[in-house]
Nanobody, 127 residues
Framework: QVQLVESGGELVQPGGSLRLSCAVS????????IAWFRQAPGKEREGVSC???????YYSDNVKGRFAISRDNAKSTAYLQMNDLKTDDTAIYYC?????????????????????WGQGLQVTVSS
């Protein structure tokens, strides 16, 4: 039984920061990629960031330089540090995991690659 449970603040002002957490159980996080996706109203779900099992990290152009993904394998928890938040960052954020590896890192930024999903967490950036 694989479970991903998200937590973290849901409301922040523009320019502020927020850290989301994703606690993973049922699989060994150190062996697989972990990713964050988001879906804004009226838009398709998009990849935000992912971390490979080998330490590589990847970001969408919209968040590069502002967001940082990290993982604590001992705690089986992934994080998404979000800085300089903008109104356009408002969305439901999901963490995702899969018990599979790819030689093509770009696969990890596609939602179809993942089998397991967190419940979704509303992040609202507003003054």
């Amino acid at each position: 039984q694989v479970q991903l449970v998200e937590s973290g603040g849901e409301l922040v002002q523009p320019g502020g920061s927020l850290r989301l957490s994703c606690a993973v159980s049922g699989l060994t996080l150190a062996n697989y990629p972990i990713a964050w996706f988001r879906q804004a109203p009226g838009k398709e779900r998009e990849g935000v960031s992912c971390a490979s099992n080998s330490g590589g990290t990847y970001y969408s152009d919209n968040v590069k330089g502002r967001f940082a993904i990290s993982r604590d394998n001992a705690k089986s928890t992934a994080y998404l540090q979000m800085n300089d938040l903008k109104t356009d960052d408002t969305a439901i954020y999901y963490c995702a995991a899969v018990e599979s590896l790819s030689a093509i890192p770009a696969q990890y930024m596609r939602s179809a690659w993942y089998d397991y999903w967190g419940q979704g967490l509303q992040v609202t950036v507003s003054s």
